[in-house]
């Protein structure tokens, strides 16, 4: 696996994130499904880079300046999470995108960079990621156990009703 | 026309970023790609080589600066009697993990045959490997092919033995006998 291979993972988070967005317009501000797309370009542009000075950058560096875009793509994920949860008070859309989509992509990018980490010989500490990547999936776990709920679901239709 | 039967923006909207999204993904994983097929190739050192061995200064070794070539320049073959150099030049094998396979192989001869019997090479390895030149006289057989592959294990040393053997009443003649060691 290369180091670029975080910041296509970089790109992807952000074009779903520009995608949701737009879906969610109502609650976002209607910039923001651009911004995203703009970032994901930016993305592009650094691959780009990459690719043409890829023996002048170390695979050091190489690794660093592609998981801090992740770094950033993830941010804004939860970014959008805690905008659902204290700006607008939308506490059931809050806890459904960090169900859906927070840990779930959280979990995702973990497993790249730990196993990334362990063929590289431990770029990152190897056990804070495992540690990162065990709770990602719990909390996944318990967040589509709890959202599939009959219950839940019904009642969280009739808290939108109203 | 009315304002109700146009398409409302949001789908429109939606698809537009779903079209760029689609765009920007295939192409950044067409950069990625790219990538995986760029290849960095960088020079190595052999891990293969020759050294001197204890006889070198009676063979007349001299090594080329890289050690992957050397010329035994004092070799006698005396009348009527087998010279031996036991440990002229040796098969170096530096790597600290590796084995590769090596074997001897004739790449040239030169020289008149009329005063000479044999000249031998042998690999002094776990088994020997052996390239024959004997002349009868008036011409030179060649080994018909390279000696079989032998694995070196890696931080050891193999010596080339050479043999040589003139005709009774020889005075004077030399030959000139090149040899590789290939490594696979």
Known sequence: MLPEFFALLGIDVFLTLSLLSCLLDDRLPKAIPYLYQVAALVGYGHLLISREFLVIFGEYMRFWYCFIYLLVALSNVVAVNVYFAVAKGLWSLAKVWSGAVTFPTILICMFFVSSYSFVQEATLPLITLQIGLVISAIVMGISICLLLSPETMRNAFRRERR | ?184
Request: glycine share 4%; charged share 15%.
């Open chain 2, 1 to 184: 026309m009315e304002l109700r039967k146009m398409p409302s923006k949001k789908p429109v909207k939606f698809l537009t970023l779903l079209l760029t999204s689609l765009l920007i993904a295939t192409a950044s994983a067409a950069v990625y790609y790219s990538l995986t097929m760029t290849s960095t190739i960088s020079v190595a050192t052999p891990s293969v080589y020759f050294v001197k061995g204890a006889d070198n200064v009676t063979a007349g070794v001299s090594l080329s600066a890289d050690n992957r070539s050397a010329q035994l320049t004092q070799l006698k073959a005396y009348p009527n009697v087998t010279t031996t150099y036991e440990d002229p030049i040796r098969v170096r094998n530096n790597h600290t993990l590796s084995s590769f396979n090596i074997r001897l192989r004739h790449v040239s001869l030169s020289g008149a045959a009329t005063n000479f019997i044999f000249v031998n090479f042998t690999l002094m390895g776990t088994s020997e490997r052996k390239l024959v030149y004997t002349s009868n006289g008036t011409a030179w057989t060649l080994p018909s092919s390279p000696t079989s592959w032998i694995l070196i294990p890696n931080i050891t040393a193999w010596s080339i033995k050479v043999e040589t053997k003139a005709k009774a009443g020889a005075t004077a003649d030399t030959v000139t006998i090149g040899i590789t060691v290939d490594v696979a």
